[in-house]
């Protein structure tokens, strides 16, 4: 598969790592002289712009959160006036005010420069027709892609989420050759194209890009068999851009190549924020070292993921982060044990006859914390039969102890009666009050 920007992708390490200082020593007098929090932060941490020498120095400053972002709601991160902005986006917080986010015209064209990168990462090509499913708006998804097919030079249809009857029609008319969308609300897609009598098998979609949620292996094979096509990872934050801060190439389909060119990673131990061993999981960091509008220096993400340094069969040079399993906030304690929903998942796909549509409950009773996993038979399985049912749910039960170690009550309930959503999935309620 060609390489976008053959140059910048395959650059050998030591070249990489030169322009990476030169960006971040940039970044950095930057925003100290133009971000009152960055200036605030480093004077407080007795750091000089000047004492980024290496890029081992950027492990002195102090991390960014999500509550810093919020704390200068909505503007005050902002590194250029506002004249310079030509977009803004948000995403929506589980709690309080959404985060800001700016994009000078020069952010643009990165951005679209990086989904281009992405989509030809994942097979696409000038001659491709790209149906982008993700929605338009505040949320980066939509539009990220959109720009970055046209950099590319392919035909982007902009159906945005939504309206799923609609969107099985123009798969079959417009045959689009590459899918872009959030892998859960794909599935439900697929479910509804059956109902209508349409088989995703025979429609001409050659690669699917998926992202926006985390989604195991086990969802890339439910997707990769149930549309004919080859699924690829992307991943990105508005906080650090949007969709395109890495993506996983075709070729291995093994981990997704970061962008090293516009952004540092660093891997950390969520509790006392020490760099992991490498290879060892921990929570994903990022530096923006080419954004004007809102940089960010080491963003907490709270994604837990691990590097693969491993050289990749594609020729691309940038390092690899592995498909995140979780967020150190969507990690549940369940009598002490911690439980990601993505490793529930895991088991339940185990299962030939449960569908990958469920939900976690949490509930605390007296002072014990139980779960209860609802999972959605499949149409084939369903049927009146009790004991077979009650069976499945003790099989279930049973392999999420053995693997995970907290006990479960299992709920079968039947097809389609989870909510669909047309963004991320809710895989969790907790009903617990602390
Ligand atoms: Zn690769």
């Known amino acids: 598969m060609p390489i976008y920007d053959i140059d910048y992708e395959t650059m050998p390490r030591e070249g990489l790592e030169a322009i990476q200082l030169r960006r971040l020593q940039t970044t950095i007098e930057r925003i100290y002289a133009t971000v009152p929090f960055y200036k605030e932060t480093y004077d407080k ?9 290496r890029l081992d120095d950027l492990r002195r400053l102090p991390f960014t959160t999500k509550q810093d972002l919020r704390d200068n709601y909505p503007y005050r991160m902002f590194a250029v006036p506002m004249e310079q902005v030509i977009r803004i986006h948000a995403s929506s917080g589980t709690t309080g005010k959404p985060t800001v ?27 491709d027709i790209i149906h982008n499913a993700w929605g338009y708006g505040l949320f980066t998804g939509g539009l990220g892609a959109h720009y970055g097919a046209e950099r590319l030079g392919a035909s982007v249809i902009p159906v945005s989420g939504g309206n799923t009857k609609r969107q099985i029609t123009i798969m079959q008319d417009f045959k689009p050759t590459i899918l872009c969308g959030t892998p859960s609300y794909i599935l439900h897609l697929a479910e509804v194209a059956l109902e209508m009598g349409v088989d995703f098998k025979n429609l001409s979609f050659k690669s699917g890009i998926f992202g926006a949620e985390p989604w195991t292996e086990k969802m890339r094979h439910e997707l990769e068999t149930k549309l004919n096509l080859k699924a690829v990872d992307i991943y990105g934050l508005s906080e650090v851009m949007g969709p395109g801060v890495s993506v996983e190439c075709v070729e291995e389909q093994k981990g997704l190549h970061i962008a090293e060119d516009h952004f540092i990673v660093e891997i950390v131990d969520p509790d006392t924020l020490e760099p992991v061993p490498p290879g060892d999981p921990g929570e994903i960091v990022f530096t923006t070292i080419t ?33 995140p399993t979780g967020r150190t906030d969507d990690m549940l304690i369940i009598r002490g044990v911690n439980v990601f929903p993505s490793q529930i998942e895991s088991v339940l796909m185990e299962s030939r006859e449960v569908a ?55 709920a079968l309930v039947e097809p389609k009666t989870i909510e669909r959503s047309q963004g991320k999935a809710v895989r969790v309620i907790d009903n617990r009050q602390f």
């Open 45 to 53: 941490a007795g750091i000089k712009p000047s004492d980024i020498k």
């Open 101 to 127: 986010v700016g994009y000078t015209k020069r952010d643009i064209n990165t951005w679209a420069d990086l989904m281009a990168r992405s989509m030809a990462a994942a097979g696409a090509t000038a001659g």
């Open 291 to 323: 954004k004007e509008a809102f940089p960010v220096i080491r963003y907490r993400t709270k994604d837990i993921t691990s590097l693969n340094p491993v050289p990749c069969t594609c020729g691309r040079t940038h390092i690899r982060m592995n498909k």
């Open 356 to 410: 990958p549509h469920y939900q976690l409950v949490v509930d605390r009773v007296g002072n014990l914390d139980t779960l209860t996993v609802k999972v959605e038979i499949d149409e084939a399985s369903f049927s009146d039969d009790i004991k077979g049912l009650q069976a499945m749910e003790g099989k279930i039960s049973h392999d999420i102890k053995e693997y995970l170690g907290v006990s479960a009550k299992v």
